[in-house]
């Protein structure tokens, strides 16, 4: 399983974009990356997925390199209500889920 | 609000019961995946089922076991439970058909387990 990488935590003030990048080297031909956003106390969130290129959906977009072996989610003007873990993932559809620690985001008013 | 319910939202045990978690998939779903997180950590993937079967196991005891109906809702089960089995337990629903590709799951809020 591709194993993933990102910051442990990272601050914004609030109207700044954020930009979370994860590193995934070992990314498989197959795999897709996804990033889920988890509150205190609550089940991890969807937020987005994408294999290559750029993604973008209403709540954030997805840069992922030609190589694949990063990508970079980015929140445009975040709010106080963003600040939450984000996890990185990779694998295809048939992967078990593997969470690492995430990145602890801390949005400043 | 994912569609994904999980009952109860607490639970208190001791040492050596056994507890039964309940979890009901959002509608259309064919497989649930449940999952251990300790404070702190990330979630931690325990199994998954797809149609009735397990379909994927993770690095926990045997003691930990689960059930898959046919309406796709799920139980975990936990025997002889230990002081490490205090934890936020998370159920997770997707879609396993031809077209589906990367793994998309949606969670439950949760059942929190204290065990004493």
């Known amino acids: 399983l591709a194993k993933t990488t990102q910051p442990i935590s990272m601050d914004s003030y609030e109207g700044q974009e954020v930009n979370i990048t994860c590193s995934h080297n070992?990314?498989?031909?197959?795999?897709?990356i996804t990033w889920y956003q988890q509150f205190p106390s609550q089940g991890p969130r969807f937020i987005i997925q994408?294999?290559?290129t750029k993604v973008t959906n209403e709540v954030a977009s997805l840069f992922i390199p030609a190589d694949r072996k990063s990508s970079t989610l980015s929140l445009p003007r975040v709010s106080l209500s963003d600040t939450a873990v984000y996890y990185c993932?990779?694998?295809?559809?048939?992967?078990?889920?593997?969470f690492g620690k995430g990145t602890r985001l801390s949005v400043i008013a | 609000e994912t569609g994904v319910t999980q009952s109860p939202t607490h639970l208190i045990k001791t040492r050596g019961q056994q507890v039964t978690l309940r979890c009901s998939s959002q509608?259309?779903?064919?497989?649930v995946s449940w999952y251990q997180q300790a404070l702190g950590q990330g979630p931690q993937f325990i199994f998954q089922?797809?149609?009735?079967?397990?379909?994927g196991r993770g690095n926990f005891p045997p003691r930990f076991s689960g059930l898959q109906f046919p309406n796709y809702s799920s139980e975990l089960n936990v025997n002889a439970l230990e002081l490490d089995d205090s934890a936020l337990y998370l159920c997770?629903?997707?879609?396993?058909?031809?077209?589906?590709?990367?793994?998309?799951?949606?969670f439950g809020a949760g059942t929190r387990l204290s065990v004493l």
């Open positions: 994408g294999y290559k």
């Open positions: 089922y797809y149609r009735e079967e397990e379909n």
């Open positions: 509608s259309g779903h064919n497989t």
């Open positions: 997770a629903s997707s879609l396993r058909d031809r077209i589906s590709q990367g793994n998309i799951q949606y």
């Open positions: 070992n990314i498989a031909t197959n795999d897709y």
């Open positions: 993932l990779v694998g295809d559809r048939s992967t078990p889920l593997v």
